[in-house]
Nanobody, 126 residues
Framework: QVHLVESGGGLVQAGGSLRLSCAASGLTFSSYVMAWFRRAPGKEREFVAAISRSGGNTLYADSVKGRFTISRDNAKNTMYLQMNNLKPEDAAVYYC???????????????????WGQGTQVTVSS
């Protein structure tokens, strides 16, 4: 059974940093494209970033480009999201997601991801 568990969320002041982690189990981690999505109160869930199986290819939403960095450690079955220069509009529940893939193709489409974590709350005070 696949489990994705996010951690690292919390309260931070605007301009601050947080590092989220997503620990995966029950799957061959290196065979999965991984991604971060987020849902702010009253809004639809939106794509944040994705990373290929090897970590060599990444994709970011325009709203986080240059501030967030996605990475992964296949030896630890863990994905990360380093978030710098946080803004109040970054406040949301952040979810990790996984989809099996045989290519380096990355997608922002939520429905393409098969497995999801429960989410971790990020709050940014102004």
């Amino acid at each position: 059974q696949v489990h994705l568990v996010e951690s690292g969320g919390g309260l931070v002041q605007a301009g601050g940093s947080l590092r989220l982690s997503c620990a995966a189990s029950g799957l061959t981690f290196s065979s999965y494209v991984m991604a971060w999505f987020r849902r702010a109160p009253g809004k639809e869930r939106e794509f944040v970033a994705a990373i290929s199986r090897s970590g060599g290819n990444t994709l970011y939403a325009d709203s986080v480009k240059g501030r967030f960095t996605i990475s992964r450690d296949n030896a630890k079955n863990t994905m990360y999201l380093q978030m710098n220069n946080l803004k109040p509009e970054d406040a949301a529940v952040y979810y990790c997601a996984a989809r099996p893939s045989v290519t380096a193709y990355l997608t922002q489409v939520e429905s393409r991801y098969n497995y999801w974590g429960q989410g971790t709350q990020v709050t940014v005070s102004s």
